[in-house]
């Protein structure tokens, strides 16, 4: 064990995909220290982190991060997810189509509860549109008490403004109590409300099993003398702080595949490749190309359209084999060449290495956050672009990044051809490292420019307002 490796944490990537469980511990060169692997029964985490720590000690961890198909999972199985009551914030420029309109059966029947729309939205300029109806709101929750598991609240252009929404979260917190599972469309993200209301309504079905899931994690690790701060990799192979990710699971529906797809092509040396996943059960497969995540222009979740990024190819149909998955990507992508993640058993360490490709590649991911705005023909675009850059790396802070190596990594700026004056859409993106507290000592200038930043993003701004989604198929890191 060298020297280097005592006074600079390590890394510790999991891979979580039904009964098949890898880790794997990288140190501060990017190198592969250590791999651990379980299949089948009950301790499957527990069984492969003990394995990736039989050559360190658990003290060194600093960091630790994971992929998982759970929230998929649960998603395609329905029963675990809960019913869901909606209120939209907009009345009636919204009406003309219900919430849950166009959901396949069974997740329809499963997750459909009762709704309500009120007045009190956003318009595009930012101000508000008629009032919002506090008691019709109050009088909704206590409808809610006992019928559903979680509550969503969407407003339009949400991303303008979030406090209509926050005002309905207020209320029915009142009512239901502090700790009630409320998703709010403005922190899932995204254009288009109906978009992004299906994304926040499926959040909110998932809440109550996401919260289990990363709590038994943090168990899990602790019972492993693990103290290092927890990470989930996000549907664009990123990462958020498990805190944030506790309240935002629909972020991390594909984050397995991406981080697979990413982890697998990095060790490969390349940058452009279809990469076929297997994941102990049946194949799946994304592309990289130029080094970039192949996203879903249209993507889907479970068969409802939302407002969430997601790898090309991860809403392929289930039992396709790795043939057919390729076939339809190369229509999508090109000839790219094919990288299995599977294709050389572990009898070296460097074919173990692709072996754990998604937990690598959770290990090696950067934090991010994003922001979504509208630039009108009349606002100044240098100050609204300025705010928005502000805005994204405050929210990439707030989700666990190093406030020394955040930066923005993406903007962008598209015309809204069906909108007269010149009116443009935008998204910005930041990333950073992950921040690791034992690396600074308390009271160093890193630990208080992280806190601070903390408390600036948690504190808002109203023209761009933040949140913690990622982008379209366009979206880069």
Known sequence: MSATRRHIPLR????????????????????????GTAA???????????GALEQVDAA???LAM??????ADWLEDHRAVAGVGVIRVGATPTTAVPPFAGWPQPIEGRVTGPWLSTGGGTDIDGSVNGELDLAAVRAFAERCRDRCGGIAVSGSFSYLNDRPERA??????????????????????????????????????????????????????????????????????????????????????????ATAVRGRAR????????VVD???????????????????????????????????????????TEEQLV??????????????????????????????????????????????????????????????????????????????????RQVIDTHVTYMSGGTHRLFVQAAGRPFQPRVEPVGTASERKHHVAQDKAALGGDAVRRHGGAGDDRMRL
Do not use: C, Y
């Open 40 to 50: 089948g029964g009950r301790g499957d985490l527990d069984s492969a982190v003990r």
């Open 327 to 408: 076939s339809r990507l190369r229509r999508r992508v090109g000839d790219l060449p094919v990288l299995d993640s599977w294709e050389a058993r572990p009898t070296t360490a460097e074919a173990s290495a692709f072996a754990v490709a998604s937990a690598a590649g959770a290990a090696l991911a950067p934090v991010s956050a994003s922001v979504w705005g509208f630039v009108g023909a009349e606002s100044d675009r240098a100050d609204t672009l300025a705010m928005a850059k502000r805005r994204a790396v405050d929210e990439a802070i707030l989700a666990g990044a190093d406030p020394t190596d955040t930066e923005v």
């Open 12 to 35: 510790l990537g999991i891979s979580a995909a039904g009964p098949l469980v890898t880790a794997v511990v990288i140190d501060d060169r990017d190198d592969i220290v250590s791999i």
């Open 267 to 274: 060790l490969a040396g390349t940058t452009d490749a279809i």
């Open 278 to 320: 297997h994941d102990g059960r049946s194949p799946r497969a994304g592309a990289l190309r130029q080094g970039q995540l192949v996203f879903d222009p249209t993507p889907t979740l479970a068969g409802v359209r939302t407002s969430q990024p997601v790898p090309l190819g991860f809403a392929e149909p289930a039992g396709m």
């Open 168 to 257: 309905v979260a207020t209320v029915i917190r009142e009512v239901l109590g502090a700790e009630s599972p409320i998703a709010q469309s403005h922190e899932v993200g995204g254009f288009g409300l109906l978009e992004r209301e299906n994304a926040t309504i499926l959040n909110a079905a998932l809440s109550g099993p996401a919260r289990a899931v990363i709590s038994g994690v943090r168990s899990a690790l602790r019972g492993l003398d693990i103290r290092a701060e927890l990470f989930v990799a996000r549907n664009d192979g990123t990462l958020v702080s498990a805190s944030r990710a506790s309240v935002l699971p629909i972020h991390l529906v594909s984050g397995r595949l």
């Open 66 to 71: 994971l992929a998982t198909t759970a929230f």
């Open 60 to 62: 060194e961890i600093g």
